[in-house]
């Protein structure tokens, strides 16, 4: 049986189940498996398969507990009709190189791919403190599109509710309306006084609150767990589409079996390109994982010198859901790359909570750097970018997408190896900046740059973003970070 434990200590061991109940371990570690890379995902077959078939593949060899059958509910159920192209996560050309479109789910953002299945994982779980009325509550900071995609995977599932955080001020009109009109009667929203790490970390001190967890279990029979990229079956999902990737690249005959792809990658929480690198461990042929930042580029500084530094000025950014000082995933790396030492990951975080820094052995930093490119782009490059990508491809960027363009743009390009820029937004999330960008007028609402772009592109905006205009606001409040913990304990009352 393939288990979890923590990445900080290994004394408590979990299934994939519990684990992807519980999110986060008690020490605030992340769950890792030791035998991660063991079995490989068989390449054979893989150009003739679906995308529902590689992900029972995929999924099968991650979370062993799942029999066949449940996963292939899960599947079924997450990538089916609410996805706008049956490949799910379709790969275009873009000019010599490739993007792959993970945005064409609910709500426009990559987020979909592992947010339509979390939940259903989470229905075939049971309760693990022996109270049958057990329910789960998701708890979710979000720089803008988790939480909008958390809460159309979560809303009215049976058995959960949702709470989710945004930062006041700084998500895009469209992203805060994706939030604050979600419909279903399990589902909160609240904006906080502060930015995203701060809520984040008021999240993380949140799940550490013992005393917090006692009284909610005793008085609503709810215990949270988490949404974000540090939950384990919200990183496996998107192993997924690195093999799909690779399976379209067979079917374009662009590649043969067992040649090598790199991958650049818009990041922030290192969830992302994780996924990739779990993919490589599970004998997919990636040369290289290219991490894109935007002007918050504290995981260009770690990976070019050793030395992670989160004591640095916060910039809010054209690409909000990058705007990111804590790339929380980064620890599972840590611990894959440092032989599973769970000692020093716990220094390092240790470290990282104290001191706001931490620094990794030289030898360490060599290995991981094999693996990992880096690059970043402020925001000028980031506009320069959306324009240079439609004038050249015709193809529409949005600003987190751009990112990764200009990362691309910049570096040497090997006729040997494709490369694949994972897209991680549809461009209508961000109607005004791309508009900005393309020299087109962005001086009305996101609603009517929304027109403009698509008058101008002969592209469409997605049904559900354009439909915001209309839709009805039902949630409204706007809290301080230290009144986050009360709200908590009130929904769960309500739920
Ligand atoms: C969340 C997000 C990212 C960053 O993904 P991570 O998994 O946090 O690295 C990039 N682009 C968009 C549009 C996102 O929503």
């Known amino acids: 049986m393939i288990t979890f434990h923590s990445t900080r200590s290994t004394t408590d061991s979990l299934t994939a189940k519990q684990a992807i109940r519980k999110g986060i371990a008690d020490d605030g570690g992340l769950f890792v498996s030791d035998s991660l890379g063991q079995t490989h995902v068989d390449l054979a077959n893989i150009a003739s398969k679906s995308y529902q078939e590689i992900a029972l593949d995929v999924l099968g060899a991650l979370l062993p507990d799942y029999t066949a059958d449940e996963l292939k509910a899960c599947i079924d159920e997450a990538y089916g009709s609410q996805w706008s192209d049956p490949a799910i996560t379709p790969l275009k050309p873009l000019g010599d190189d490739f993007v792959l479109e993970l945005f064409n789910g609910p709500t426009s953002a990559f987020k979909d791919v592992a947010l339509q299945i979390l939940p259903r994982f989470m229905a075939r779980t049971t309760p693990a403190g022996g109270d049958p009325d057990e329910k789960i509550m998701i708890l979710t900071a979000t720089s803008g599109d988790t939480g909008k995609a958390a809460l159309a995977g979560f809303a009215d599932a049976a058995g959960t509710g949702i709470t989710v955080f945004y930062p006041e001020g700084k998500v895009s009109q469209v992203q805060e309306l994706q939030m604050t009109t979600q419909t279903g009667s399990n589902v909160k929203v609240a904006a906080v006084r502060g930015n995203f790490d701060d809520a984040q970390s008021a999240v993380k001190r949140i799940f550490g609150d013992r005393e917090l967890a006692d009284r909610l279990a005793a008085d609503s029979h709810v215990v949270l767990s988490s949404a974000n990229s540090i939950n384990v079956g919200r990183l496996v999902p998107q192993v997924v589409y690195y093999f799909s990737a690779y399976a379209q690249l067979l079917q374009q005959q662009i590649i043969n079996t067992g040649d090598e792809v790199e991958f650049v990658v818009p990041t922030g929480n290192f969830g992302d390109i994780l996924a990739g690198y779990y993919a490589k461990l ?214």
């Open 282 to 495: 599970l004998g997919l042929p990636v040369k290289h994982l290219v991490v894109a930042s935007d002007r918050n580029n504290v995981l260009f500084d770690f990976l070019t010198t050793g030395s992670y530094n989160r004591n640095r000025p916060f910039f809010q950014t054209i690409s909000p859901s990058m705007d990111i000082l804590i790339s929380s995933n980064l620890e599972r790396m840590l611990y894959y790359f440092a032989e599973k030492d769970t000692r020093l990951i716990s220094m390092l975080m240790n470290d990282l909570k104290n001191y706001g820094c931490y620094e990794v052995p030289e030898e360490l930093l060599a290995k991981i750097r094999h693996v990992f490119g880096c690059g970043w782009a402020n925001e000028d490059q980031v506009r320069q970018a959306i324009a240079d990508c439609w004038k050249k491809n015709r193809y529409v960027i949005d600003p987190h997408t751009a990112c990764g363009y200009f990362v691309m743009q910049q570096m040497p390009a090997d006729p040997l190896t494709p490369r694949v820029l994972l897209s991680t937004a549809s461009p209508y999330k961000f109607p005004r900046v791309v508009n900005e960008s393309l020299g087109l007028d962005a001086t009305g609402t996101d609603f009517e740059c929304m027109d403009v772009l698509a008058e101008a592109t002969g592209t469409k905006a997605p049904a559900a973003l354009r439909g915001l205009e209309t839709a009805d606001v039902r949630f409204s409040d706007v809290i301080g970070i230290d009144e986050m913990e009360d709200f908590v304990a009130g929904t769960a009352e309500a739920l």
